[in-house]
């Protein structure tokens, strides 16, 4: 296997859209056999993702990235662990131990508006589409680049994410699906300087929880699972080897019982949205 970090005097560069290197890992046995620097000769999002599969990556760990170059690595057969940090050489050990997480596309919205990496699938994770890409929503604003600041509160008024408390807005495509859909609707008719307060449904934000999410695994099928602890978060992979964020909600003498559910599925969101630019 060949793991691909996108890479800047050791740690993990965080716009994988501008990366100029990548330290390419190859691995066998789930441990690290040898590394080399590659650099991104000067590719852009669309091209990154031809760069890696003419190295045969298998495996993409980055920092922020976009719905776009996501698709771009799926279509590759490239599976991506988003949102990791700090130093890279550190970030493979802890994808090989299954202890990664990842964010999916996040780039900067903290949103993964939210920005790089919480809840959304966009250019941020945080009010970015996750579980797949919605339908374009039709407005002046569609297509183009969208800078916006928001609160998101539950219903009972807490507050989970303000782009107001970092003091920089949420910049995204609208309309390209790197964020839930009732938000990219919401600003695809907006005016810079409007603000506009909004309700989401879960078919608007992360969608239902999904019972068929939940799954128990017996404990022995699962190296090096003997000392995890119920509520902590870990990093499974499917058939394909593509990364699954999962919480573990119970276990026993013998078995332990997953949540890969989005953390926000189920459950309504409010929203109030500024939208200070449009290019």
Same mark, same amino acid.
């Given at each position: 296997?060949?793991?691909?970090?996108?890479?800047e005097?050791?740690?993990?560069?965080?716009?994988?859209? *501008?990366?100029? !290197?990548?330290?390419?890992?190859?691995?066998?046995?789930?441990?690290v056999?040898?590394?080399? +620097?590659?650099?991104? /000769?000067?590719?852009?999002?669309?091209?990154?993702?031809?760069?890696?599969?003419? !190295? #045969?990556?298998?495996?993409?760990?980055?920092?922020?990235?976009?719905?776009?170059? !996501?698709?771009?690595?799926?279509?590759?057969?490239?599976?991506?662990?988003?949102?990791?940090?700090?130093?890279?050489?550190?970030?493979?050990?802890a994808y090989?131990?299954?202890?990664?997480?990842?964010?999916?596309?996040?780039c900067?919205?903290?949103?993964?508006?939210?920005?790089?990496?919480?809840h959304?699938?966009?250019?941020h994770?945080?009010?970015?589409?996750?579980?797949?890409? *919605?339908?374009?929503?039709?407005?002046?604003?569609?297509?183009?680049?969208c800078?916006?600041?928001?609160r998101?509160?539950?219903?009972?008024?807490? !507050? $989970?994410?303000?782009?107001?408390?970092?003091?920089?807005?949420?910049? $995204? +495509?609208?309309?390209?699906?790197?964020?839930?859909?009732?938000?990219?609707?919401?600003?695809?008719?907006m005016?810079?300087?409007?603000?506009?307060?909004?309700?989401l449904?879960?078919?608007?934000?992360?969608?239902?929880? #999904?019972?068929?999410?939940?799954?128990?695994?017996e404990?022995?099928?699962?190296p090096?699972?003997?000392?995890?602890?119920?509520?902590?978060q870990?990093?499974?992979?499917?058939?394909?080897?593509?990364?699954?964020?999962?919480? +573990?909600?119970?276990? #026993? #003498?013998?078995?332990?019982t997953?949540?890969?559910?989005?953390e926000m599925?189920?459950?309504?969101? /409010?929203?109030?949205?500024?939208?200070?630019?449009?290019?």
């Amino acid at each position: 296997m060949k793991i691909a970090v996108t890479y800047e005097n050791g740690n993990v560069f965080q716009h994988f859209g *501008h990366t100029e !290197q990548f330290k390419v890992y190859d691995v066998e046995d789930g441990a690290v056999t040898g590394a080399q +620097i590659i650099d991104s /000769n000067g590719s852009g999002h669309g091209a990154l993702a031809a760069v890696l599969a003419g !190295q #045969d990556i298998d495996v993409l760990i980055c920092g922020g990235i976009g719905g776009g170059a !996501q698709r771009a690595l799926e279509e590759r057969g490239i599976a991506l662990c988003a949102g990791a940090e700090g130093s890279a050489d550190e970030a493979v050990a802890a994808y090989l131990r299954g202890e990664l997480v990842n964010t999916g596309a996040n780039c900067d919205h903290h949103g993964d508006g939210h920005s790089c990496g919480e809840h959304g699938c966009g250019e941020h994770e945080e009010h970015g589409c996750h579980g797949g890409c *919605h339908d374009m929503p039709k407005g002046k604003n569609t297509g183009k680049k969208c800078r916006t600041h928001y609160r998101g509160t539950f219903n009972d008024g807490t !507050q $989970f994410d303000s782009s107001y408390d970092r003091g920089e807005p949420l910049e $995204f +495509i609208c309309g390209a699906g790197q964020m839930i859909p009732g938000y990219d609707a919401a600003v695809a008719d907006m005016e810079v300087g409007q603000v506009v307060d909004i309700h989401l449904t879960p078919a608007e934000a992360y969608g239902e929880v #999904d019972p068929n999410a939940v799954f128990s695994v017996e404990i022995a099928r699962l190296p090096g699972a003997e000392s995890v602890s119920v509520g902590q978060q870990v990093y499974l992979q499917d058939a394909y080897g593509r990364p699954i964020p999962a919480k +573990i909600v119970a276990r #026993d #003498d013998t078995t332990i019982t997953f949540d890969a559910n989005h953390e926000m599925a189920g459950k309504e969101l /409010n929203f109030r949205i500024e939208l200070v630019s449009v290019e």
